[in-house]
């Protein structure tokens, strides 16, 4: 057990990966000997060799066809879009191949492809490098989204990515990469997909978030207990698909419900969410469903990030207007 990055977990996961199964692969853009533009992969090719962890030209569209070929011929492997704002270039292969394959095939082939991919705000970056794009995938049939909120997750949800059989987008938030640590365990351990995590349990409303926006969730939880307010935070953890069942056991709790995300407010994760609790749980709720999302504008690039992304005080104003309905 040691105090790991959310980085250093992602690449204690990769690590582990690449000696229990040589059938993985890392490739993609600088990931060899740079170690990737963040060092993700840092070590690594030195560690499996120029065959296992090699670097591509920069063509997301040969990089996800490339993984494709490889996931139906009996490869696990793992590209890396260097960042998710480039990952428009290999839509056709992500969508109209790689998610297509187990319907395709009738479920005799699969495509274990793990495609992971930096995203989110904070970091100030220049434009096209910290887009949230998984409102774009969420909606893809056969395609899991996984967003990891904290370095725990990541190392076990990343693990958890590359054994299952299905292809996984795998988004990496940029601001969290070096801003937390949590307590990692040596050695192998995997995190359930489809499976959200309650992070904090609580009686008077429930705040349901992914990604860094679950971090925020966690600071106004602690404002509100100080108004003696208790607030259960969900973490979904698996965007794609969603599991309602503990959003649902949670609101027939607390009868309040407020929605986090970081990306932009229309036809996304949380439209999602709320559409599925209207459907299943309305009936539980004493006051409407409350959201908390970017505007649908476009993606922001350097400062205007910092006005542009949902922060705690945000949600606390929605979670009080929501609370004194």
Do not use: C
Not at 294 to 315: C, M, T
Request: overall charge negative.
């Amino acid at each position: 057990m040691a105090k790991k990055t959310y980085i250093q977990a992602i690449t204690d996961a990769l690590d582990i990966v690449l000696e229990d199964d040589p059938k993985t692969l890392i490739f993609g853009e600088d990931v060899g000997k740079n170690g990737g533009v963040f060092r993700t992969t840092q070590g690594l090719q030195e560690k499996y060799g120029e065959d296992r962890v090699f670097d591509t030209p920069l063509a997301e569209s040969g990089i996800l066809g490339l993984a494709t070929g490889l996931g139906l011929t009996g490869w696990r492997p793992i590209p890396e879009i260097q960042f998710m704002g480039f990952s428009f270039e290999a839509v056709d292969q992500i969508a109209g191949q790689l998610a297509r394959m187990r319907f395709r095939f009738d479920g005799l082939k699969n495509a274990p492809v793990t495609i992971r991919t930096p995203y989110g705000g904070g970091t100030h970056t220049a434009e096209m490098h910290a887009d949230n794009l998984e409102n774009f995938f969420t909606g893809i049939p056969g395609l899991r989204v996984v967003m990891p909120s904290n370095p725990y997750d990541a190392k076990g949800l990343l693990i958890s990515s590359v054994e299952n059989n299905d292809p996984v987008l795998f988004m990496e938030n940029l601001k969290l990469y070096r801003s937390m640590k949590d307590d990692i365990p040596d050695g192998k351990y995997t995190v359930p997909l489809d499976k959200a995590n309650v992070v904090r349990e609580g009686n008077d409303i429930t705040i349901v978030a992914y990604g860094a926006e679950v971090n925020e969730a966690l600071k106004v939880a602690d404002t509100l207990a100080e108004k003696n307010i208790s607030a259960e935070v969900i973490d979904l953890r698996t965007v794609s698909p969603i599991d309602t069942e503990t959003i649902f056991k949670s609101i027939q709790k607390t009868h309040k419900v407020v929605i986090v995300q970081e990306a932009q407010k229309m036809a996304g994760v949380g439209a999602q969410v709320a559409s599925a609790i209207a459907e299943g749980a309305i009936l539980s709720l004493d006051a409407p469903v409350g959201r908390v999302a970017a505007p649908n504008s476009v993606y922001p690039f350097a400062l205007g990030e910092d006005i542009w992304i949902p922060r705690a005080k945000e949600i606390e104003e929605k979670v009080n207007e929501i609370i004194n309905y």
